[in-house]
């Protein structure tokens, strides 16, 4: 789709435009090197004038993040039998090097040495996992996270008198809930629209437009704003007629249903280009062609949010949810929880102060906006 080059051509004109830029990818299978034709290491590489590449060193992230707990896995695939260096190398949960990605943008923020950081995501599947992992995290860290400590405590002598069971011991929680506290900065920072916003790349073909709408819905769902789609690979008028007329009218027609599908997000298309886009040249062309002499670092688009509007007796809980029909959304409420369910991605929605005490009315759909409303509880209306 040339998500990684429409990143390096972004990358590169915010840098030429005076902004201390800083580009790296998410993707375990690194191609950012590949798209700036220029070798990337795993510290900060300048590329250009005030523009930096970076391919993560995954492995020291994951040291950096996950060794505590990684050790004590080891050890109890180790105690269950298996070979010590199969056992380090299983202890390595799935995900967890893209994890180690994104905690590295934490850290470029942190660090205030870049004006501007940009992220070439991994494929869409893995980056909405990552992305709803904080969440999840949060639930299990105030939920779970307490028990289970207090039950390592109490059970852990006993084990360890019994048998030669690895108990987790407290490096372990506190490695644990360090990774827990720094996933929750992390969400912070991604889905302040203030500080971060999302560009949605596609090619226009119909399967890739269904997926991209799909996308678009789950980072609505889960708080991350988007400000931009970029159409890529559009056929120019001078590719001729016969076979690349044919294929310049069936794109036509699929740019039709992304300008209907999208709106009112601005909507950027970008040629297909005679020759690969790939080393600085092609970049700036391509960069040229995606925001024509307008400011790549600026919000294009401030969307709406979650909002609670009050109503009555009550509040309408409202969260956009574009491309959403109601047969596809489901509701559960477990006490301050609200989780929203949409295919196999969900949301867990800690409720206001303000809605904890109120029951769930109807959920209906305004347009693109799912509508909740909240009532007094049965006999306490007005009170």
Same mark, same amino acid.
């Given at each position: ?13 915010? %840098? ?55 050790? !004590? ?13 199969? %056992? ?5 949960? *799935? ?24 992220? $070439? ?5 893995? #980056? ?22 207090? +039950? ?14 690895? &108990? *987790? ?12 506290? /720094? ?12 500080? #971060?916003?999302?560009?949605? &790349? ?13 996308? !678009? ?22 590719? @001729?007629?016969?076979?690349?007329? %044919? ?39 391509? %960069?040229?062609?995606?925001?024509? @002499? ?6 294009? !688009? ?14 309408? +809980? ?9 047969? $596809?959304?489901?509701? #559960? ?39 909740? /409303? ?5 006999? #306490?209306?007005?009170?």
């Amino acid at each position: 789709m040339g998500k990684t080059s429409v990143a390096a051509a972004t990358a590169l004109r915010c %840098a030429e435009q005076g902004l201390r830029t800083i580009v790296l990818s998410t993707d375990a299978a690194h191609s950012l090197a590949d798209s700036l034709d220029l070798p990337l290491g795993p510290e900060p590489t300048p590329v250009a004038e005030r523009l930096w590449g970076q391919e993560i060193d995954v492995l020291h992230q994951m040291d950096k993040y996950w060794h505590t707990v990684q050790q !004590y896995l080891a050890s109890v695939l180790t105690w269950q039998g298996i070979d010590g260096l199969v %056992a380090e190398e299983t202890s390595v949960l *799935p995900g967890m090097d893209e994890l180690a990605a994104l905690l590295q943008i934490v850290k470029l923020y942190d660090d205030r040495q870049y004006d501007l950081i940009v992220v $070439d995501c991994a494929p869409t599947g893995e #980056t909405l996992r990552l992305l709803s992992l904080p969440e999840a995290a949060r639930w299990y860290l105030e939920k779970i996270f307490p028990l289970q400590r207090t +039950l390592a405590a109490l059970a852990g002598p006993l084990l360890r008198g019994m048998a030669d069971i690895p &108990v *987790p011991d407290r490096g372990v929680f506190e490695a644990i809930e360090h990774l827990i506290k /720094e996933l929750g900065r992390m969400h912070a920072l991604l889905t302040d629209p203030e500080v #971060t916003s999302v560009r949605l &790349v596609m090619n226009p073909e119909r399967m890739v437009i269904k997926e991209a709408q799909r996308t !678009y819905t789950y980072l609505n769902l889960y708080g991350y704003a988007t400000d931009l789609v970029v159409c890529n690979r559009v056929w120019p008028e001078a590719a @001729g007629e016969g076979y690349f007329g %044919a294929w310049r009218e069936i794109q036509g027609r699929h740019g039709r249903l992304i300008d209907e599908a999208f709106a009112p997000l601005p909507i950027r298309r970008v040629p297909m280009f005679e020759q690969e886009v790939v080393g600085l040249a092609m970049l700036r062309r391509m %960069a040229e062609a995606t925001y024509a @002499g307008q400011d790549p670092a600026a919000v294009f !688009y401030r969307g709406p949010r979650q909002q609670i509007v009050p109503k009555g007796d009550g509040y309408h +809980l409202r969260l956009p949810l574009p491309f959403a029909e109601r047969g $596809d959304v489901q509701l #559960t409420r477990i006490g301050d929880e609200l989780i929203v369910r949409i295919g196999n991605q969900k949301r867990n929605i800690i409720l206001p102060r303000a809605l904890q005490a109120l029951d769930v009315g109807k959920a209906t759909f305004e347009g693109s906006w799912l509508v909740l /409303e909240f009532a007094g509880k049965e006999g #306490t209306e007005g009170n």
